[in-house]
């Protein structure tokens, strides 16, 4: 596969995940709806080729994009969407600089971390979808450094470093009442410890922080079904 190519993009069906809040200790099902999801993180040739811009330290082209803030994340689905004639995803608010998501678009965007999770888990119930050395780059085996997308197993539904390498940000506010505006991190790192990488794992940060263990992946809405044609029996 050409690892950060836009058709890289793999069908979630549909399903449902249980997410849970540890400072609350409460835990909620959400159903999830299908929708499709890039095959890898984006990578830095792909940021480049769609924002004129390599940001983090590192270079190589299959390399995930990192150093990059939720900000820059949603301004580049926008991007995307704009170059592929789609309808963006994103609204941005000048008054109180705020973004809004339009359910509707077709367009590119992040996935809410119920999606997240759900592609993840690829419908396995174990806190991983494989053995961790064979699925991910974390820190015993990274060399501390992030590694070419793809270079790993990935799950059964064709979605590589999900876990590992770099965590990707979701759209969803991480916990309104106690972090206000931060957003939710899923999947761990290539610094982190082998227990943060794991299908339930949450991190949060600040939108406008940019950190160098942290990337992110696209995602678009599946279109509705197409209505059967005029006397057709469903």
């Given amino acids: 596969m050409n690892a950060g190519a836009v058709d890289d993009m793999v069908e979630v069906p549909p399903g449902r995940v249980t997410l849970s809040d540890r400072r609350t200790r409460r835990t909620w099902p959400v159903d999830v709806a299908p929708f499709r999801m890039s095959a890898f993180p984006v990578t830095r040739s792909w940021y480049a080729e769609v924002t004129g811009q390599r940001p983090g330290g590192a270079h ?63 419908g396995t119930e174990g806190p991983r979808y494989g053995r961790l050395d064979e699925i991910a780059w974390y820190r015993d085996n990274s060399g501390e450094r992030p590694h070419a997308v793809g270079g790993k197993q990935p799950n059964a539904w064709g979605l590589y470093d999900m876990l ?28 982190d410890e082998h227990w943060s990488c794991r299908a339930s794992v949450r991190r949060r940060s600040h939108p406008t922080y940019r950190i160098d263990d942290v990337g992110f992946r696209v995602a678009r809405s599946s279109p509705p079904p197409a209505p059967a044609p005029v006397g057709q029996l469903q």
Avoid at 65 to 92: H, K, M
Avoid at 179 to 186: D, N, P, S
């Fill in 60 to 122: 190589g082209d299959r390399l995930p994009v990192e150093g990059v803030s939720w900000w820059d994340a949603i301004r580049f689905c926008n991007a995307l969407s704009g170059r592929a004639g789609l309808t963006p995803a994103y609204r941005f608010r000048a008054d109180d600089g705020t973004a809004e998501w339009d359910t509707a678009a077709d367009g590119y965007r992040l996935p809410t971390e119920a999606e997240w999770e759900h592609a993840c888990r690829a």
């Fill in 164 to 191: 590992g390498n770099v965590w990707d940000w979701c759209w969803d506010v991480y916990d309104a009442e106690v972090y206000g505006t931060y957003r939710v991190l899923r999947g761990g790192g290539w610094a």
